[in-house]
């Protein structure tokens, strides 16, 4: 592809689509990027609660279906493509995809995070319908329910915490003997009445005709597998899973400065380490990572981004690619 955008964003969450649509408002040439379903991870969420001003039963994939059509409203272009390939350290950064090669003054990498999964058989399928990777963002669907959150670190035991605020038990299962999160936090958990421990225990299987009603738990020690099943009652259960993330940045490594885990470093401005190369959403180091942030994060950076263009690369044009 010859044409040379103003603006090319990578990832087509909450984060890039905010910055799109404030690049197309800009009257910017606005390029998103996609490799796989629009939307990111709030997809997968079924109710959208905590989202300011967000409709009465709104989803996740409505609330990305009217993001969409506000970008493309402005004018923003949206190609699906697997980018394979990032060259940024020029004025005019070149991204290559399986399906051609992308010209840009700016980038914006809104390629995000995903969760980390357990492997068990019945997850995928139970995704959003008992099997949930956010308590802020489902804790309030499992009101007075029996609720498990895996993992032994400091989200894992938070969250556990958090959750008690809505299900009336909360157990925190982890593969270990004992918790791997601050002492400090431990402690709180260990005093909270509403909350139990499964050690040495991990999840074998989640299964349910539509909707999570049972669990066979494994012990790491002995091998020995025990069935749980939701009460009668009830008739489901949740399944909070915090055994990490994996932020989607690899073909930025070695490019651009991240954390140790693979987390792009910016400022608050979302400016990478790289001129002309901004980073938005939960694939950056942040404290909170929800929707209600990426929105921001897009917005900011696509801001910022137009300044940059303005001061630097204005009258640059495709002739000098």
């Known amino acids: 592809m010859g044409n040379l955008y103003d603006l090319i964003i990578i990832g087509s969450g909450p984060a890039g689509l905010s910055a799109g649509l404030y690049g197309a408002r800009a009257k910017l040439k606005t390029l998103i990027l996609e490799k796989g379903k629009t939307g ?17 039963d709104a989803s996740g994939p409505k609330l990305i279906a009217r993001m969409v059509e506000q ?3 402005f004018g923003a272009e949206m190609v699906k493509d697997n980018i394979v390939e990032a060259d940024i350290d020029g004025k005019i950064k070149v991204i290559k995809g399986e399906k051609g090669e992308y010209k840009g003054k700016v980038v914006i990498i809104a390629t995000g995070a995903t969760p980390k999964k357990l492997g068990a058989p019945g997850e995928k399928e139970l995704t959003g319908k008992g099997v949930s990777y956010c308590a802020t963002c489902d804790g309030d669907f499992f009101t007075d329910l029996e ?5 032994g670190g400091n989200s894992a035991v938070e969250e556990g915490m958090f959750l008690t605020k809505f299900a009336r038990k909360v157990t925190i299962v982890h593969r270990r003997n004992e918790l791997s999160c601050a002492k400090s936090i431990a402690e709180k958990a260990m005093e909270n009445p509403n909350i139990e421990f499964m050690f040495n225990t991990s999840i074998k299987e989640l299964r349910g005709d539509g909707i999570l009603e049972k669990v066979v738990f494994e012990n790491t020690v002995t091998g020995e597998l025990k069935e749980y099943e939701a009460d ?9 899973v915090f055994v ?13 400065n991240m954390d140790k885990r693979g987390y792009i470093i910016t400022d608050e401005e979302m400016r990478t380490s790289v001129e002309g190369v901004f ?3 939960d694939c950056r180091v942040k404290t909170l990572r929800q929707v209600v942030t990426a929105t921001s994060d897009g917005a900011i950076a696509t801001i910022v981004a137009e300044k940059y263009i303005d001061s630097k690369l204005g009258h640059l044009e495709e002739v000098n690619v």
Request: proline share 4%.
């Open 232 to 240: 009668e009652e009830d008739g489901t259960m949740g399944v909070f």
């Open 147 to 151: 609720v498990f959150a895996v993992g």
């Open 244 to 256: 990490g993330l994996d932020p989607q940045t690899d073909i930025f490594k070695g490019k651009i």
């Open 71 to 73: 970008c493309k409203s």
């Open 279 to 281: 980073a938005a959403g």
């Open 40 to 56: 990111g991870q709030i997809v997968t969420t079924h109710d959208v609660a905590n989202y300011p001003g967000s409709v009465e």
